[in-house]
Each structure stands twice: as structure tokens, then as C-alpha cells.
């Protein structure tokens, strides 16, 4: 399974993105995807995840601004991120746990992409 992390850039404070992860395999629609970020000197974080039956669940941090979908179609997850912040400034990685579920520990999930540069000017 690869995944395929884009959508990334430089947006001021206030704007919005969106982030794609596009998936290889059959089992994409069975599988729990979910987003993590690492900010420069700090540890990987949460972001948001969406289970296999698009059950949703978000960091407090982002609930309210940011909005996880996926396209079973088209093996794509999505991340709108709207109001964003200088906080939110990090690599974005997308993960997939063929598990199903999308918990919000980094270890339940088996795939990685490589990540998208997300930069939001004050």
C-alpha cells in the first residue's frame, strides 16, 4: 500500500486548504485513514481520523476548522483546513490502518505517506 501525501503550501492566517492523500490497493474502502502533523522540534501529533464506515474523530485543537472526508471512488482521503493558524504550521503525513478503525495513535496504523509541508503566515 503507498500513499500519496499533496496539497501542502504557504497560506496566511485566516486561509484555507486542502490537503489529498491518494491510496493504492483494493482494500482502501475497509481501511481507517487518518492525518498526523510534526511541527519543527516537536513530536508527531493527531490531526484528525476517519474509520471505515466515515465515522469521524478530530484533535480539540482543530475540531470546528478542519474537516476529514474520504472518496472510497477514487481511494482518497481528504483534509479541508479552514481558519488556519501559525500553529498549525507542520509537515501533514496521511496513514491508513487496515484495521478500519482511525484511532488517534500513530502505532495503529501500518501505511505512511511522505508527508506535505503545510506553512501559515501570521
Known amino acids: 500500500v503507498q500513499l500519496q501525501a499533496s496539497g501542502g503550501g504557504l497560506v496566511q492566517a485566516g486561509g484555507s486548504l486542502r490537503l489529498s492523500c491518494a491510496t493504492s490497493?483494493?482494500?482502501?474502502?475497509?481501511?481507517?485513514m487518518g492525518w498526523f502533523r510534526q511541527a519543527p522540534g516537536k513530536e508527531r501529533e493527531f490531526v484528525a481520523g476517519?474509520?471505515?464506515?466515515?465515522?469521524?474523530y478530530y484533535a480539540d485543537s482543530v475540531k470546528g476548522r478542519f474537516t476529514i472526508s474520504r472518496d472510497n471512488a477514487k481511494n482518497t482521503v481528504y483534509l479541508q483546513m479552514n481558519s488556519l493558524k501559525p500553529e498549525d504550521t507542520a509537515v501533514y503525513y496521511c496513514?491508513?490502518?487496515?484495521?478500519?478503525?482511525?484511532?488517534?495513535?500513530?502505532?495503529?496504523?501500518?501505511?505512511w505517506g511522505q508527508g506535505t509541508l503545510v506553512t501559515v503566515s501570521s
Open positions: 496513514a491508513a490502518a487496515p484495521s478500519g478503525f482511525s484511532r488517534s495513535v500513530g502505532a495503529a496504523y501500518a501505511y
Open positions: 490497493g483494493r482494500s482502501f474502502s475497509s481501511y481507517g
Open positions: 476517519i474509520n471505515w464506515v466515515s465515522s469521524t
